[in-house]
Every structure is written in structure tokens, then in C-alpha cells.
């Protein structure tokens, strides 16, 4: 054993004493064989952790809660290395362990749950290590979704969840119906939305803090980091979890699914407002039964979502004006900054395609005042500056120059939102091409000195120096 452990177990000695002391009936050799298999799977030689775990394991599973975490890592390491009966002897281990981790540690140190964490990963682990059949790993995930959502945060977890239950629905399962599917599928979205929120949350403090030219601390840019991976992870299987619903949340099943569901659900706020949202998301708001669920959500309950409904309807019908004082009376109703942010950047993607782009750029900067985190939001204003290339500026230098502007504000998009960084770095080196060249600078004289931009962009933008 090298010294640094050595040491090491040292400290972990002194810092158990008292608790030894206190526990007379505990194996005097818990706490030396827990610092023990502690030190040895920090440095993840997980061989050697396994004996000294595999005994407070079984002595004393009371005694730390590290021997949950760490020994979930032990015994997966075992897993991988072991076939046959003694892989499955191993997963067996596993699987009790999660039994025993709610037994003994359901809440972390500070007393918050965390049933739905671990339940959730005994889930994934038999979905890993193919325990159990199908449903019965659907069983498991919707267990800790039920008991204790909050703690099951997880992204790949909430994408299998729904995932194995897509596959019991393909699979002709009795009980997974199509409105069971689809209210699974809007719990799940949302748990999403709500995780990505609060990474928002906390992203955004930390963008303010930057924009303000205000260096950060070591800690905050690890933060950053974390927030940043995780915000993508979500993004991600969220993106995922649309694609598995994409096939069957077509206008064709949608509608008569709502229609045959409307009368009893009219008085359902939760439900009226599930099925206008995805009637909106799939584009089939020229549907009649459009207009009936969003006039039955206005009449039960004015509210931001149902202003905003009967604001595009109001476009539906090309009443601009009265479109506009619904979409606006839905931000008044509205309290939440980023469901705030999220009905501006929509209203500002209705002005796109209307071809009003002062006003679409216009909603886009306002939702980016409430969530500086909204890469979209850059990326829309982006596109708007490229599609007035022809418009903007006395010449054609001056016109290929607004490129370098919408190139600008794309890049933008990537810095405030790690999951759009590839996304908004393809975007804006195809408009950097759409650039005037080397040549073009040189030839114009033009290297270092700034052109404005007259149109609707009212704006400038410095040309590179060669």
C-alpha cells in the first residue's frame, strides 16, 4: 500500500473514532475496511476495493453512504470483468445494493429525497445488464418517476423510460394505449423542460457575470462546465425522445385522438393544454378542433397559454393587429421569465415568416432578456441579417457585408449554449464564405474600417484587417 493512502486512511480513521465509539455493537473493522476500499476506489482500482467493500457491505451497510456510491462503481467494475454465472452472481449484488441504498440512505446529507435517483438507476442497471423483461424495467422507471420525480433527473434514464414504454406500445402491450403514450410522452418532455430551466437558471448568472466583464472564479467555471455538459445531455435525449414521437404524433393521429377525448377532457386544464400545444408544435391549427380546445381553455381559465392560442389563431385569419394584442396580452398574464422568453422567441419566428423582421429581431432581443441563454434567439436575428443581404447597403461589398454581422451574432448562439456550439460554428463559417474575400478587402481599400448599415438592421460591423 503506497503512502498516500496510507495517510489517507489515516484521516479516515481519526473522522470514524467517534462514530465507532458510539456504535458498540458495529465490527470494530468497519470504519478501517470503508476508509480502506474509499481510498482505493478513488484511484478506481476497484479490484482491491472489493473485498474490504464487499465486508462493510455486508457488516455494517449503515455505516456510510459511500458504500452505495462507491460501490455501485465496485461491482459494476466486477460485472465487466467477470462471464457466466459468477457475471450474474455479480448483477444479482448489484441489484441489492439499490434495495439496500433505499433502506439505509434515502435522502442525501442535506435530507432531500433521493428514492427517485436511485430507483431510476436500478432501472437503467437492469435495462443494462438485462434483468427482468421489458415491462417490468418500465415498471421500475416509472416507479421512481411516480414516488419521487424530483430526484429523477437523469437524462438517459427519462429517455428509456419513455423509450421502453414506446417499445411495450409497438409491441401490441394491452395496457400501453396511444393516450397513455402520449401523456407519457408530455410528462417527460416537460420534466426535461423543467431540468433545463433550471440549468438555464443558474447558466444565466454566470453569463451576466461575464458579460459585465467580471472574471470568474475557478469555481464558477467549473460550474459553467458542468452546467453547460449537462444542459446538452438534455437537449439531446429530449431531441431523442421528439424523434421517437415524431411518427406517431402526426395531424392524421392527433386530431381524431383529441376529437374523441375532447368532451370529457373540456373541463381538464392540464389535458386542453397538452393537446393545443402539440395540435401547434405539429402544425395542425387548421384544424376546427383547434379553435374548440383553445376557446374551452380561454373560457375555463384565461391564461398566458390561452392568449397566445387565440393569438394564432388571430394570424390564422390574417387580423395582424389582433394577433399581436393577444400574443402581447399572453406576456402580461405570463410571470415565469423563461416561459416569458420562450412565447417571445415563438412570437418572434411568427414575424419571420410574415417577413416583418424589425419586429421578429425586436422579440428575439426581448427573450434574450430574460433567458441570456437562448442561443435560438441569436440564431433567428442571424438569419434575419443574412435574408436582407441584397437590401442592405449602396454596394456590393457593402451588401456581402452583412454577412460578417449575421456571422457575428451567430457565434453568439454557441457561446450562451453549449448544446448549439457545433450548430452555430457550421452557421457562421457558411456565412463567413458568403463574405467578401481577402481580395475583395484589399482590393476595396476597405481592411479596419467600419460599414453601417442603413436598412431596418440600423447597425454596424468592422471589416477584418489583413
Given at each position: ?103 439505509h ?7 432531500v ?21 421489458q ?9 421512481a418517476f411516480?414516488e ?33 403514450l ?85 373541463t ?54 389582433e ?47 430574460y ?15 443574412t ?42 463559417a ?12 484589399f ?14 438592421i ?9
Open positions: 500500500m503506497n503512502l498516500k493512502i496510507q495517510k489517507s486512511i489515516t484521516v479516515w480513521m481519526v473522522l470514524l473514532g467517534a462514530f465507532t465509539m458510539l456504535s458498540g455493537q458495529m465490527n470494530s473493522d468497519c470504519p478501517t475496511n470503508l476508509s480502506i476500499f474509499a481510498e482505493y476506489a478513488k484511484v478506481k482500482n476497484y479490484d482491491a476495493a472489493y473485498e474490504p467493500w464487499k465486508k462493510v457491505n455486508t457488516e455494517c451497510p449503515e455505516l456510510n453512504v459511500a458504500t452505495f456510491k462507491y460501490g455501485k462503481k465496485i461491482v459494476a467494475h466486477k460485472i465487466k470483468n467477470a462471464t457466466g454465472d459468477e457475471k450474474q452472481a455479480f448483477v444479482s449484488e448489484l441489484m441489492q445494493l439499490y434495495d439496500d441504498w433505499l433502506t440512505f434515502p435522502k442525501s446529507k442535506s435530507g429525497s433521493e428514492v427517485g435517483k436511485i430507483i431510476a438507476d436500478k432501472a437503467q442497471s437492469m435495462l443494462d445488464y438485462k434483468v427482468g423483461s415491462k417490468e424495467v418500465f415498471e421500475m422507471f416509472d416507479k411516480t419521487d420525480a424530483a430526484s429523477f433527473t437523469y437524462p438517459k434514464g427519462l429517455y428509456n423510460y419513455f423509450k421502453t414504454m414506446y417499445q411495450l406500445y409497438k409491441s401490441g402491450e394491452p395496457s400501453v394505449t396511444i393516450e397513455a402520449f401523456d407519457k410522452y408530455e410528462d417527460v418532455s416537460e420534466k426535461f423542460e423543467l431540468e433545463n430551466t433550471k440549468l438555464a437558471k443558474k447558466l444565466d448568472v454566470i453569463l451576466k457575470k461575464e458579460d459585465n466583464g467580471t472574471a470568474l472564479t475557478s469555481r464558477e467555471t467549473r460550474n459553467k462546465r458542468v452546467y453547460e455538459i449537462n444542459s446538452v445531455a438534455n437537449t439531446t435525449y429530449a431531441n431523442n425522445l421528439d424523434a421517437i414521437i415524431a411518427k406517431e404524433s402526426t395531424c392524421e393521429n392527433l386530431i381524431p385522438l383529441y376529437r374523441k377525448n375532447f368532451d370529457q377532457n373540456k381538464n386544464e392540464v389535458w386542453l393544454n397538452r393537446a393545443a400545444g402539440r395540435m401547434d408544435g405539429k402544425e395542425c391549427t387548421d384544424d376546427p378542433l383547434f379553435v374548440e380546445l383553445v376557446e374551452a381553455l380561454h373560457a375555463l381559465n384565461p391564461s398566458a397559454n390561452s392568449a397566445y392560442y387565440l393569438g394564432l389563431l388571430n394570424d390564422k385569419k390574417n387580423n395582424s393587429s394577433a399581436l394584442r393577444y400574443y402581447e396580452e399572453s406576456l402580461t398574464l405570463e410571470t415565469d421569465p423563461y416561459k416569458k422568453a420562450k412565447t417571445l422567441y415563438k412570437i418572434a419566428v411568427k414575424f419571420k415568416k410574415r417577413g416583418q423582421k424589425s419586429s421578429a429581431r425586436s422579440y428575439a432581443n426581448k427573450a434574450l432578456s433567458q441570456p441563454s437562448l442561443g435560438r434567439a441569436y440564431l433567428l436575428i442571424a438569419s434575419l441579417y435574408s436582407s443581404a441584397n437590401a442592405c447597403g449602396n454596394t456590393q461589398f457593402e451588401k456581402r457585408a452583412v454577412y460578417w454581422l449575421a456571422a457575428q451574432t451567430a457565434k453568439k448562439a454557441g457561446r450562451v449554449d453549449a448544446s448549439l456550439k457545433k450548430a452555430a460554428a457550421k452557421t457562421a457558411s456565412y463567413e464564405g458568403r463574405a467578401p474575400s481577402k481580395t475583395d478587402i482590393t476595396e481599400g476597405m481592411a479596419g474600417k467600419t460599414v453601417t448599415f442603413d436598412c431596418w440600423k447597425a454596424s460591423v468592422k471589416v477584418p484587417t489583413l
